[in-house]
């Protein structure tokens, strides 16, 4: 019995060994297809591909050492093996989370790639049509020569990048797409059963990815509130502002921005009348900047805001004169950006605009 269970374990051996062409079924040591893993982020998706990369080496590939109508391994060595985190859609079709076996059937004019349920298989020799999980089919194209087979993420997009596999003169592309506001919304109910749960910045960070996205504001709305309701802030105060204006409600947002101004400090309130003016709304910036200077006489922000008001009327003299006292009253840092702005003032340039 045991003699028999040897040769078994020594034939499984020498086939590995055979299919690894002569490379150790036990040792660890340099392939002639070395191993590789690529991987990129969709929205919050990681969608991971591992696999060996085998060289042309003077071969005809395609139609040859991969023969046209054949499960092919997509790779060398081991199953090449594609993870998703989340759910995904492969050329418009539907995938569930997971890792996949990754296989394909080239032929001249198109190629069929199967996600397998298995991943663990050594290449296409168990390989099985019952256990696919999806298939779909894409058109290959010419490519740059690639001695060595690659897996690239192109065409990259909010919500989608195209996996292509380049080896020698060809490329072959498929598309993922993610539900991004779907999974980032799951992944926001996740998060915030933990310890995100009771800072204000965690719930402001979210209120502002929905109010950026264009997507459920009133979802955005309550995480404004709350995090209103975990530590009142300037910061939050002017989220809910600017949630509330773009659900139609100017009054509210008017009222949320007043209280938020009441709370800020002399960069929040200058950052905040900057804006105006890239709005077109000058008198209102220059009303900041002149509370500004109550506020806060002798602070750069004051004297950089009274600049941008002797600006607006003209007096450009006024206007060097002003900011070289922000300068004065700036951190080591902020001094050549103030100086840069001094120059262009020196020059007449309007920095208002």
Request: proline residues 3%; neutral net charge.
């Amino acid at each position: 019995m045991h003699k028999v269970r040897f040769l078994l374990i020594f034939a499984g051996l020498w086939l590995a060994a055979s299919l690894c062409h002569a490379q150790s079924a036990l040792l660890d040591l340099p392939r002639k297809s070395q191993n590789a893993e690529v991987s990129q982020t969709i929205g919050i998706t990681n969608v991971t591909v591992k696999y060996s990369r085998p060289l042309v080496n003077g071969r005809k590939v395609f139609g040859g050492l991969v023969p046209y109508g054949d499960v092919w391994r997509a790779g060398a060595n081991e199953n090449t093996v594609i993870t998703f985190a989340d759910p995904v859609s492969i050329e418009g079709k539907s995938l569930d989370k997971g890792t996949y076996g990754l296989f394909m059937i080239p032929t001249e004019d198109q190629w069929t790639i199967i996600f397998s349920k298995i991943s663990s298989a050594w290449g296409a020799f168990t390989y099985k049509q019952d256990e696919d999980v999806l298939r779909v089919t894409v058109k290959p194209a010419a490519s740059d020569f690639q001695d060595a087979l690659i897996y690239e993420f192109d065409d990259l997009k909010p919500d989608s990048a195209v996996v292509t596999l380049r080896w020698d003169k060809l490329a072959v592309p498929f598309k993922v797409s993610v539900n991004v506001q779907q999974v980032v919304e799951q992944s926001l109910a996740k998060q915030f059963r933990g310890i995100v749960q009771y800072t204000w910045v965690s719930y402001d960070d979210a209120a502002n990815y929905l109010l950026d996205a264009k997507t459920d504001l009133p979802e955005g709305l309550k995480y404004a509130d709350l995090s209103i309701g975990a530590e009142e802030r300037y910061d939050n105060l002017m989220t809910k502002s600017r949630i509330l204006a773009a659900i139609g409600k100017p009054d509210e947002a008017k009222s949320f921005t007043a209280q938020a101004l009441a709370k800020a400090d002399a960069g929040q309130s200058y950052q905040y009348a900057r804006q105006l003016q890239r709005d077109g709304k000058q008198d209102e910036a220059f009303a900041i900047f002149r509370g500004i200077v109550k506020k806060y006489p002798t602070n750069l922000f004051a004297y950089a805001g009274l600049s941008r008001i002797a600006v607006g009327a003209g007096n450009y003299d006024e206007a060097v004169k002003k900011m070289k006292l922000a300068k004065e009253a700036a951190p080591d840092n902020a001094k050549s950006q103030i100086q840069g702005l001094i120059s262009r003032l020196e020059a007449k340039q309007d920095i208002n605009k």
